[in-house]
Structure formats: structure tokens, C-alpha cells
């Protein structure tokens, strides 16, 4: 099916929906800690899902090596969960449609792991401070 056959827009079914809905729950999960804290009247700051699954070069030179994989799945507040949503469904219906579920669930994770690859690497070969990355 090609994108011009699509009424209005393409469909919201497999694999980038389940992305998306994972993407939802665990911003819901980050909203919650992050609400819990500032509830507790700790100071503002990353919260503990932050801290071990963002991505930071300093992290991971300590032994946190997961956080190449699973920054791609945090964000950094509502505006950054829909626009990345947006971006999924638009494109990723399409790809998906074209490629196969599995063939694009491959590309989508070879892909966030690649840069998480090369945002872990730039801040070692521009002998730069590392900040956190999310999404």
C-alpha cells in the first residue's frame, strides 16, 4: 500500500504503534519519578530512570554500556514525546508498510543505536565535556 492511498493518513497498527505506546508508558514513568521527587522537595534534577538509561559518555565509560540502546526511548518533556511520535507514525507507517514489520523494527533499532554510537563517541574525539541524551 502507498502513501497516496491512505485517505487522510497512514495507518496506526504494529510495530510503530507498539513503539509509540512504549515510548507513552515509559514517558509516563519519567513524568511520575520526576513528579515524585519535586513532591518530596528534592531538588530539580534527572531522575533515576534518567540517570541509568540517558545516554551520557561518562555513564558509559563506567560499565553503563545499555544506555547506547535505551536513550532512544526516554524524552525530555511532552513536546519531544509528540514530535517524535508525529515523526514515527508518519514515516514509520510507511516504511513499515513497504518493508515488513520485522525488516523495520531492525532498521529502527539499528538506527537509534548507531547514533547512540556516535553521541557516545563525539564528545571522546572532540575531548568535549558529555552532556545527557534523551530520544
Known sequence: ??????????PF???????????????????????GL???GMPAGINQLEYFFALSTDMVLR??????FTYQFLHGGLL????????LWLFGSELENHWGSKR????????????????FLLPLLLQQPS???LG
Open 104 to 119: 523495520f523494527l531492525k532498521f529502527y533499532l539499528l538506527c537509534g543505536t548507531g547514533a547512540g554510537v556516535f553521541i
Open 80 to 87: 519531544h514525546l509528540l514530535f517524535n511520535s508525529l515523526a
Open 131 to 133: 552532556g545527557i541524551t
Open 13 to 35: 497498527r504494529g510495530v510503530t504503534r507498539a513503539l509509540i505506546l512504549i515510548y507513552v508508558g515509559i514517558f509516563l514513568m519519567q513524568s511520575l519519578l520526576s513528579f
Open 63 to 68: 560499565g553503563f554500556i545499555w544506555q547506547i
Open 38 to 40: 519535586r513532591a518530596s
Open 1 to 10: 500500500m502507498s502513501y497516496t492511498e491512505y485517505r487522510y493518513a497512514p
